[in-house]
């Protein structure tokens, strides 16, 4: 079991941008990493995935040329570069880890581990 805690959450203004980071305690083995979010009265929904090598990212459409995710193998980490914050981009957001082809399946809420989350909240 990988430990995962996530960090960067805040309030913003539409328009702003937030970086948010998961640092990752435990073996990762080849696995991917990914972001997901919960917004207000919502399930839990895909944002971003990234596989181990780093060569592979997905996006969530509503997300796509305004998100951008990394990693650091050597630091055990990955990020969420969120740019141009809309209000409906408030959520929980949450780090998680697992193949990377069953994080960006389709309708997929499930890996290996999850952090706790962190919230962001974007007002207009």
């Known amino acids: 079991q990988v430990h995962l805690t996530e960090s960067g959450g805040g309030l913003v203004q539409a328009g702003d941008s937030l970086r948010l980071s998961c640092a990752a305690f435990?073996?990762?083995?080849?696995?991917?990493m990914g972001w997901f979010r919960q917004p207000p009265g919502k399930d839990r929904e895909f944002v971003a995935a990234?596989?181990?090598?780093?060569?592979?990212?997905f996006y969530s459409r509503g997300v796509k040329g305004r998100f951008v995710i990394t990693r650091d193998n050597a630091e055990n980490t990955v990020s969420l570069q969120m740019n141009d914050l809309k209000p409906e981009d408030t959520a929980v957001y949450f780090c998680?880890?697992?193949?990377?082809?069953?994080?960006?399946?389709?309708?997929?809420?499930?890996?290996?581990?999850w952090g706790k989350g962190t919230l962001v909240t974007v007002s207009s």
């Open positions: 998680a880890v697992a193949d990377y082809e069953r994080l960006i399946a389709p309708n997929n809420d499930d890996a290996d581990s």
């Open positions: 435990g073996s990762l083995g080849f696995k991917g």
């Open positions: 990234i596989s181990y090598t780093g060569g592979n990212r």
